[in-house]
T-cell receptor, first 109, second 113 residues
Framework: KQEVTQIPAALSVPEGENLVLNCSFT??????LQWFRQDPGKGLTSLLL?????REQTSGRLNASLDKSSGRSTLYIAASQPGDSATYLC????????FGTGTSLTVIP | EAQVTQNPRYLITVTGKKLTVTCSQN?????MSWYRQDPGLGLRQIYY???????DKGDVPEGYKVSRKEKRNFPLILESPSPNQTSLYFC????????????FGPGTRLTVL
């Protein structure tokens, strides 16, 4: 069964810092890896989708990489802002989806 | 507006009283699924559906039923709810598991007393 791990569980950084969130998974037979953002009490917002044949995707200040053979993905956030404070989740899928437990990010003004 | 809607958003009920949480999407997506989110356990998939009349168990299907009679709707049924089903539930949809991103509904917070 696929297992997805996210490290660290929580992270606090001062505004303006660049940061990296990590996601690892045990079974490399995946279709996609997707990064989400979840604000407290809210639903999930998709940030980036990397298909299994791709190595990275970029959107604005966000860059996500995928190394399928080693079962790892990173989400890089450049020049962090207080509005980036949220929980970040990664998910991998075949026909089923498996989520990590998330990294809770706090950006301090 | 493209969206996934869920109803109700909040529900408090008692053990054993059957309930249904509705989910609807207006994006003509073939793939739909239900998740529950619990502290420390993250999101776990309950059931998913690849298309009309096709449903499959996810990781935690016990105590739940689903149906997919139309492409746009995917209700979650709890025939006899128990307190351990108290959770935050999300419905999601996408074109397919290997295609495009998943879109999530706003969530349903269920409390079973």
């Amino acid at each position: 069964k696929q297992e997805v791990t996210q490290i660290p569980a929580a992270l606090s950084v001062p505004e303006g810092e660049n940061l990296v969130l990590n996601c690892s998974f045990t079974d490399s037979a995946i279709y996609n890896l997707q990064w989400f953002r979840q604000d407290p009490g809210k639903g999930l917002t998709s940030l980036l989708l990397i298909q299994s044949s791709q190595r990275e995707q970029t959107s604005g200040r966000l860059n996500a990489s995928l190394d399928k053979s080693s079962g790892r993905s990173t989400l890089y956030i450049a020049a962090s802002q207080p509005g980036d404070s949220a929980t970040y989740l990664c998910a991998v899928n075949g026909n089923q989806f498996y989520f990590g437990t998330g990294t809770s990010l706090t950006v301090i003004p | 507006e493209a969206q996934v809607t869920q109803n109700p958003r909040y529900l408090i009920t008692v053990t054993g009283k059957k309930l249904t949480v509705t989910c609807s999407q207006n994006m003509n997506h073939e793939y739909m699924s239900w998740y529950r989110q619990d502290p420390g356990l993250g999101l776990r998939q309950i059931y998913y559906s690849m298309n009309v009349e096709v449903t499959d168990k996810g990781d935690v299907p016990e105590g739940y039923k689903v149906s997919r009679k139309e492409k746009r709707n995917f209700p979650l049924i709890l025939e006899s709810p128990s307190p351990n089903q108290t959770s935050l539930y999300f419905c999601a949809s996408s074109l397919g598991p290997s295609l495009n991103e998943q879109f999530f509904g706003p969530g349903t917070r269920l409390t079973v007393l």
